[in-house]
Each structure stands twice: as structure tokens, then as C-alpha cells.
């Protein structure tokens, strides 16, 4: 086991204050001066031979020891932190937890904390006055822990007992855990999510090059763009009014307005809605152009706040993706892999990158000069799994023949033959076939008939028609879908095809209670249930790929590099005459992991100098 403490909370920057190894004879300190310590530190480190346990090791410890001894990992095995998740998906642990759960350990934090809450001076200024125009320097008393981001200043006498006792419980816990896991849970730990948290390390260290220069004239364009729409907003309300404030929408659209006013109730206030489904509703409920502006307006002002950032009072720029861009132009962002489903979450978000292949944001994602990007998506990749997993041979059929199911199930609905030479015909083809895809993920995700009429403007009596047209096409899925809920309505946990589980215990636990909000939360728990197989299933085939591609680079020294894995896709950058040879290699990966099951799990390449191809 291998535990350290360093200067800062920040893994790029952080430095070695101590290391700790612990074996089944026991514990070694070493300190970073210790230049024999180091040596022999570096030596296990560089020895597959000898398995490896870490507690939450990825995002930090072993990107840190990486960057000091100037050597990947080699022989990373456990860690205590992910291997209980797959025990317990439902609850977050930290070491003080599983301490409790799996050691006779008794508590040592006492010192380290006594320390850190210890009261001390600390100079500040005050605000200029009047009388003191430039403020006055004055002392306060604050916990030491307030100003403390790492241990480096720590004295020895408390945190060296404190590292040693660290490593020591995470030892235990590991073994308790081994002693746990059942071969699939291993399987899963140590082909999956290991590997790729190593992947996501490399990713967060690597970053992905932004061009800068871009970024005023692309940020000024969508200002541009903002003021236009809100412009035509207020012209067609025919007034101003404070466009990002809820309740001055909701007053223009249904009082001043007298629009109608949708069945869609927020959550937190019970009150008539305002929000993009309350929009979509009343764009196919009510024919007034200011509903296509307002939404306009909200999709521009979105992409401003999260990926460009909008100038506060002061001008400066201080939220959205492209205010964590560093000196060296790179955007350095930070994963995490979601426990409970294993997809993949990123801080700053890069996961709601716009999902358009074109598009100035994505443009602004540039390969260095002489590279290129490599993207490479999965294709239908949650439908096809809730297909395979339902043993629907019809759907199954469709998908690996390369059939457009929802141009089938469209003509089933509206029993047509389209003639694409007509233009007419082509949108009106184009608008069945695009009411039977939203049907079709819909139904996948447990949208109700309720919902659907909502959603389509339709009857509940077309809604239901189009369920029973649907379950004719394809009857196994709706039985697969009603085993899930009855399963996890049961109290028992469901399980992907590698091994990964999540229990809905919520269904349990409020079965026997009558209160108002039942069955809206019990509908909200049969949505994440039916979502469970479909989204694990894709995130561990894509954690899979992505593992088994950086074992790949690394072990061949190959000339590419992992960059983003966002959606259901993958990107690497490499050189510019190597684009061809890494897009089959990345193509490969990625439909190996449906061989793997006995799938076909079709992956796109597509080659281009940014984001957007």
C-alpha cells in the first residue's frame, strides 16, 4: 500500500512531504531528502510484480509520484476507495468510514486535527474609509486549518504517526475487501476501472489545447447573437422585461401574453413552470413566435455561461470552461468517474460540449501544429445494448444489418410510403421519422403515454397507439423493461454484463408510506432503473476501449495521446501522418469490447484539426 501527504491539494503543483509504504511486515516512512528511500521507492514503483493499493490513488496520489520519480505505474492492483463502491455503490466512503467498517484501528486523527483547529493571528486589511482611505492592517484569530492547503508545514512529531497509521488502515481495508469481492467485482475493478482511471490521470495531466485568439471574436459573436434574440423577444412581447428571470417570463407568457398555461409543475415550488419543457409545450400548444425566440435566446445564453464566459461588472471573466485555461493555453480539466453508473464526469464540465459536430465552441479545441484529432463514436451504442440485453432478435436484426429502425417504425405508424424525390414528401418523411426516433428513446427511458401526448401534442389514445405498434415491432423489449422495474420494485440489485450493480433501495424503503410525492419519486426511480443497464453497459465498454487503448500507447510507445472521452466517444491527438493507421487502431478498441460479448457495437472515426472534424 502506498500512501503520501504533500504541500498542496492541488496534484499538479503539490510536492512530496512524505511517503508512506505498508506491507504485510509493515510500514516504511520515507522522506523526499531520503535519497536511498527514493531510489528504493522507484524501484517498486517501476516493478509490475509487485501489486499496488491506493486509496482514491487516480486523481492524485499516483499522478504526483508519476511527475517525481519520472515514471508511469506500473502494477496498479487495488484501491480501497472505488473497490467499495462496487461493495456499496449507494454510499460515499472516505478512509475514517471504511476504518469502521474493516479495522480494529482506533481513531489517530486527534493530533492532526487538534492541530489544525487551533486558533492563530493572521494579518488582514480592512476596507478603505474615509478616515483610513487605504484601510488599516489588522490581526484575526481563524483555525489554523483556514489557511493550511497542504501538510508541508505540519510538525513531523504529528505527521509522520498520522501518514503511518494512513497507509496501515488502508492495508487492512484492502485485505478485508479482497476477502469480499466476488471474481466478477475483481474482474470489473481491475479491467476496467483501474485502467481507466489511469487513462483519466493522463487526460487531466495532458490537458487539450485551446486557441485563445479565438476566443474575444467568437465570445463577442455569441453577445451579439444574445442581444439579437432577446431584442426580437421583447419585440414580440412588445415590452422589456429581465429575460433571465423566471417569474418576469412566466408573468409576460401567460399574463400579459394569455398564453395557456402547460401541466408542467416545478419541482422545488409546485408552481406553474417556465422551464424548456413548459417551452416545448407551448411551442406545439400554442402558435406565438415568442416561444422560438425566448428558447433561442436561453440555448445562446447557456453556451455563453458554461463554455465562453459572460464579463462581470468589473469586465473580467471569471466563469465557464475558457476561464480555467492555463499559461501554456491548455484547458487541464478534472474527471471523475460517476460510481454508480461508471460514466464519466469532468469538472470543468466538458461533458455538455455541445453534441453538434460543427460549431465555433468545438472549434476552438485545436490540435498543436503538425497533429491531428482522432474522434471516434459509438453508433447507437445505448439502443443496440437495451436491444442485446432484451434478446430482441427483430431489433437485433435491424441494428446489425444497418436498417433505419426509425424510419420503420415511422411507416409502421403512419403507414406510408415515402417518395423522396418529392420535397414536399422528404419533410414531411423527415418529421415522422423524427417523431418515431423521440418516441423510441422515450419509451427506452420510461416516458410515460402521459408524457408523450405532452411531449408529441397528441391524444393519450395516439400515445397508446403508438406503444402498441411499437410492442408489436419489437416485443421483447417491453418485457425486458417490465422485468427491470419488478426487479428493482423487489428490493434486488441489477447487474450489467460486467459485473457492475446498483440497488434502488429507495423502493423499499418508502413501499409501505403514503405521502404525495410517492409516486412521482417511484417514477422517477423506474427512469434510473431502465437507464441503469444501457448507460453502465456503454460507460464500462467505453472505460474498457479507453483502458485498453492508453495499455497500448504506453507499451508501444505509439505517437498519439488520449485527450477527451465525452459522450459515447473517444479522442486522441496525434501526428498528422499517423491519422489514418491511430483512427483503425481507435475503431478497433472500442468494437472489440462488443466482441468481447458477442455484440456488434459499430465505432465512427472521423479525422480533423479541432473539435468540430
Known amino acids: 500500500t502506498i500512501d503520501i501527504e504533500t504541500s498542496s491539494k492541488n496534484p499538479r503543483i503539490a510536492e512530496l512531504v512524505t511517503v508512506q509504504l505498508t ?18 521507492l522507484a524501484q517498486i514503483w517501476d516493478d509490475p510484480t509487485i ?31 472505488l473497490a467499495e463502491h462496487l461493495l456499496h455503490e449507494e454510499t460515499h466512503y472516505n478512509l475514517e468510514i471504511l476504518r469502521g467498517l474493516y479495522t480494529r484501528q482506533g481513531v489517530y486523527e486527534r493530533e492532526l486535527r487538534k492541530y489544525k483547529e487551533e486558533l492563530i493571528e493572521v494579518p488582514y486589511q480592512t476596507k478603505p474609509t474615509k ?73 487531466e495531466r495532458e490537458g487539450i489545447l485551446v486557441d485563445v485568439d479565438r476566443i474575444p471574436s467568437i465570445r463577442a459573436e455569441y453577445a451579439a447573437k444574445a442581444d439579437e434574440l432577446a431584442a426580437q423577444v421583447f419585440k414580440e412581447a412588445d415590452e422589456e422585461f429581465k429575460i433571465s428571470s423566471p417569474m418576469e417570463v412566466k408573468r409576460i407568457l401567460f399574463e400579459e401574453l394569455g398564453l395557456p398555461k402547460p401541466p408542467i409543475r416545478s419541482k422545488k415550488t409546485g408552481v406553474v413552470s417556465s422551464g424548456k419543457k413548459s417551452l416545448d409545450w ?10 422560438q ?81 482522432v474522434q471516434c463514436d459509438s453508433s447507437q451504442i445505448e439502443l443496440r445494448i437495451a436491444a442485446y440485453s432484451a434478446e430482441d ?57 402521459q408524457g408523450m401526448a405532452l411531449t408529441f401534442n397528441i391524444t393519450e389514445d395516439e400515445a397508446l397507439r403508438f406503444h402498441q405498434v411499437y410492442n408489436e415491432l419489437f416485443p421483447c423489449m417491453e418485457k425486458w423493461r417490465n422485468t427491470i422495474i419488478d426487479k428493482v420494485r423487489r428490493g434486488e440489485p441489477l447487474q450489467n454484463v460486467w459485473g457492475r450493480q446498483r440497488r434502488f433501495l429507495a423502493y423499499l424503503k418508502f413501499a409501505n408510506i403514503n405521502w404525495r410525492g410517492k409516486a412521482g419519486m417511484f417514477s422517477h426511480m423506474d427512469r434510473e432503473a431502465l437507464n441503469f443497464i444501457p448507460q453502465s453497459t456503454a460507460a464500462d465498454c467505453l472505460s474498457k476501449a479507453t483502458g485498453n487503448l492508453m495499455g497500448l500507447i504506453h507499451r508501444f510507445n505509439l505517437p498519439m495521446s488520449l485527450r477527451l472521452v465525452i459522450h459515447d466517444s473517444i479522442v486522441i491527438e496525434c501526428v498528422e501522418n499517423y491519422g489514418d493507421k491511430a483512427a483503425d487502431i481507435l475503431k478497433a478498441e472500442m468494437e472489440q469490447t462488443g466482441r468481447d460479448l458477442g455484440w456488434l457495437l459499430p465505432a465512427i472515426p472521423k479525422i480533423g484539426y479541432t473539435l468540430s472534424g
Open 282 to 291: 407551448l411551442s406545439s400548444h400554442a402558435n406565438h413566435p415568442v416561444i
Open 131 to 203: 478616515k483610513h482611505p487605504e484601510g488599516q492592517a489588522k490581526t484575526r484569530r481563524v483555525p489554523r486549518s483556514k489557511g493550511l492547503d497542504g501538510y508541508s508545514n505540519v510538525p513531523s512529531s504529528i505527521l509522520h504517526p498520522y501518514g503511518i497509521y494512513d497507509s496501515q488502515t488502508t492495508h487492512l481495508v484492502w485485505q478485508e475487501q479482497e476477502k469480499r469481492l466476488t471474481s466478477v467485482h475483481k474482474s470489473l475493478l481491475k479491467d476496467i476501472v483501474l485502467p481507466m482511471q489511469l487513462a483519466l490521470k493522463d487526460m
Open 393 to 449: 432478435a427483430h431489433l437485433i436484426q435491424l441494428l446489425e444489418n444497418g436498417a433505419d429502425i426509425h424510419t420503420i417504425f415511422a411507416r409502421k405508424l403512419f403507414r406510408f410510403e415515402p417518395d423522396l424525390l418529392d420535397k414536399e414528401w422528404i419533410k414531411k418523411y423527415n418529421e415522422y421519422r423524427t417523431l418515431a426516433k423521440r418516441f423510441t428513446f422515450g419509451r427506452l427511458f420510461d416516458q410515460t403515454t
Open 51 to 81: 501489486e499496488k493499493c491506493f486509496q482514491n490513488g487516480g486523481p492524485y496520489d499516483i499522478p504526483i509520484l508519476e511527475r517525481v520519480l519520472g515514471k508511469f505505474i506500473q502494477g496498479y492492483n487495488w484501491d480501497t476507495l
Open 293 to 373: 425566440a425566448l428558447e433561442e435566446w436561453r440555448a445562446v445564453d447557456q453556451l455563453q455561461k458554461a463554455f465562453l464566459g459572460k464579463p462581470n461588472k468589473k469586465g473580467e471573466i471569471v466563469k465557464g470552461l475558457m476561464s480555467n485555461i492555463t499559461s501554456n493555453n491548455r484547458l487541464h480539466t478534472t474527471f471523475r468517474m460517476t460510481l454508480e453508473t461508471g460514466r464519466i464526469a469532468s469538472s470543468p464540465n466538458l461533458q455538455n460540449l455541445p453534441q453538434d459536430s460543427k460549431g465555433p465552441i468545438r472549434e476552438l479545441f485545436i490540435a498543436a501544429p503538425g497533429n491531428v484529432f
Open 23 to 40: 506491507c504485510d511486515a509493515g510500514t516504511l516512512l520515507i522522506l523526499p531528502t531520503d535519497i536511498e528511500g527514493m531510489a528504493f
